[in-house]
């Protein structure tokens, strides 16, 4: 059977991460948990998100995968260095990746980060970015009502546009060049967020940038999925499945086999 790499977001985000993947590597099984009856992390503790990390983690560990993919920021941001100490395989983050991307793109090294309340009071972009450029400036805003938004399926309309532009109106101004998602939910927004940024903001996205981290530490390993694989993907979802599975077909533009999870103890903390 095809060792997969496993990807895990709160909700419905990492599916931006997954379809990158897919496209770069379409050989390899995905596994999926977005752990949609919790969403969203952002305004949650640290301690409860490590917490549900590592539930997800267990989870997804007894299906054997080759990999796991931390494709949320806000878990990235707390509990990628918890998750790399208790497993044997790789654990990947999106927030370096990102960090990467725009470090690359920027001209004018001011550098626009938006996130959950979770990534942007954890600093870990900032310390990402100025570890790889120490004289960047870093404008960052967190923006907790984007998250429901994207889970609610509601891309684009009035009501989208208008909790966009409010919530990104004070950091509308200045040298900034490149506006960094830090959620992985934001490339659902992704033209929303340009319109209200303008044109002279690229929106750099840490998907494509993972995709390639993921690649190479499959072909360092020697663990690339042969020519000859056709992947069978499998999705996992705790909250409503019909609605996650709405949002994955529309956005992976495919069919999903989707598998309902019910946690012990449900929606524990919320
Ligand atoms: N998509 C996640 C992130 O990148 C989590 C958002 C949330 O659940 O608040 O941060």
């Not at 069978?232 to 979802?237: A, D, L, R, V, W």
Request: include cysteine; proline fraction near 6%.
């Amino acid at each position: 059977m095809q060792q997969a790499i496993a990807v895990l977001d709160s909700g419905v985000g990492g599916l931006t991460v997954v379809k990158e993947v897919m496209r770069q590597l379409p050989r390899e099984k995905i596994l999926y948990l977005g752990d949609t009856a919790r969403t969203p992390y952002g305004p949650r503790p640290a301690e409860e998100v490590i917490r549900f990390t590592r539930e997800i983690v267990d989870y997804l560990l007894q299906y054997q995968p080759k990999m796991i993919v931390i494709a949320c920021n806000t878990a990235t941001a707390v509990a990628l260095q918890d998750i790399r100490s208790r497993v044997s395989i790789p654990v990947v983050g999106v927030i370096n990746p990102g960090a990467r991307a725009a470090i690359g793109r920027s001209k004018t090294g001011v550098i626009g980060v938006i996130g959950t309340e979770g990534t942007i009071k954890s600093g870990a972009y900032e310390h990402a970015l100025r570890r790889l450029s120490p004289r960047l400036e870093v404008i960052t805003k967190a923006c907790p009502d984007f998250v429901p938004l994207v889970e609610d399926g509601n891309f684009r309309s009035e009501e989208t546009y208008r909790v966009v532009s409010s919530a990104l109106e004070s950091i509308k101004q200045g040298a900034m060049d490149c506006l960094i998602l830090g959620c992985t939910h934001y490339p659902f927004l992704a033209e929303t967020i340009s319109e209200v940024m303008g044109p002279e903001v690229g929106l750099i996205s840490s998907a494509e940038e993972t995709a390639r981290e993921i690649s190479t530490i499959l072909h360092e390993n020697n663990q690339l999925a042969g020519r000859d694989e056709v992947p069978i993907h499998q999705f996992f979802c705790s909250g409503d499945p019909r609605k996650f599975q709405e949002i994955a077909q529309s956005w992976l533009g495919e069919h999903i086999r989707l598998t309902p999870v019910v946690w012990r103890v449900p929606n524990i903390g919320a």
